[in-house]
């Protein structure tokens, strides 16, 4: 049904306008963006997709682009000293683990004989600290000049949440976020590593595009639990690393599904193979799944991660299977 409403309207608007098209109950919304609206062209539309999904409401929604500069030379890369690859840890939406994921992968890596480093640039609600299990300020070195990183696990670490006050409103952190994060990134003494990893702040803001733009990434894992709901803001967030020309490592589908540790019956609590279907219909790779399990969770509130504290478990494994495909691809 997606490709016909496509078709249609492509008859009247051109292909690069088209935003987004979702389908909510028995209504068709159609997002048109950086196009002005021709109210003529609209009623022929509406009137073609009246005719071909009778049982169907449309409405068609009219949105400026925001200006993205995707040129590669026009934005100048921050340079970050000691590090050969970046990868971002992006979810369309909160809560969906990706910090979770990001300090398990940052370990899996590791475990793969990598030299690694986690960055919490979460301005929205930094949290790796807690499940790393350290705390406080990074010191400074001798010369004043950098930050000396967390070492924990054998990663090492730094957090937006040291330099920027929990207590402070939103918009203020949204407002220093872009400086406090180069900070962040750009003076700390890392020391000699191959992959740092970077749990980015959810959605697709303002914040989110500064960093892509400014970091030059090998790519970025989308973290997505099986839900519709939470689909839907991952492809908004693929869709926009993909405008800033940042490119997509994968998928990873986030409490996949649940083992009932009495029983040992599998439950697909929020459906099942959601994540995997969209990556195969964005063209993207799906990196793997990990289930919805109470040691997970128990682990990483507790700042002793899964993959540090039960490295035979399948959790662990499934981790470093993602952690396999991430390098291949990364070289
Ligand atoms: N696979 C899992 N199984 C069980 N619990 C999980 C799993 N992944 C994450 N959690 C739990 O879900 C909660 C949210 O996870 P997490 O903080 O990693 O999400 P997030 O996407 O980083 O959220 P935020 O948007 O708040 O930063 C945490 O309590 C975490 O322990
Ligand atoms: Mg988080």
Redo the contacts with the bound molecule.
Sequence with gaps: MEKQIYEIITEYYPRQNIAGIKIIRNRIIIELTGIAENPEITILLKNKLQTAFSQYKSSIVFTQEKQINVGVNAIEKWQINGVKKIIGVA?GK????????AVNLALALSNKGKNVALVDA?I??P?IPTMLGYEGTPLISEDGETFIPFKEYGIQSVSIGSLIDRNTPLIWRGAKAGGAIEQLITQTAWDNVDIMVIDMP?GTGDILITLSQRIDFSGIVI?STPQDIALIDAIKGVNMFKKTGTHILGIVE??SYFICPHCGQQSDIFGSHGAQQTAQNMGETFLGA?????A??ET??NGTPIVAVAPNSPYTSAYENIAEKIINKIG
């Design positions: 979810s909160g809560g969906v683990g990706k910090s979770t994921t979460d929205y609600g949290s959810p973290v986030n409490m990990i289930p919805l399990e109470i997970i969770r990483s509130d």
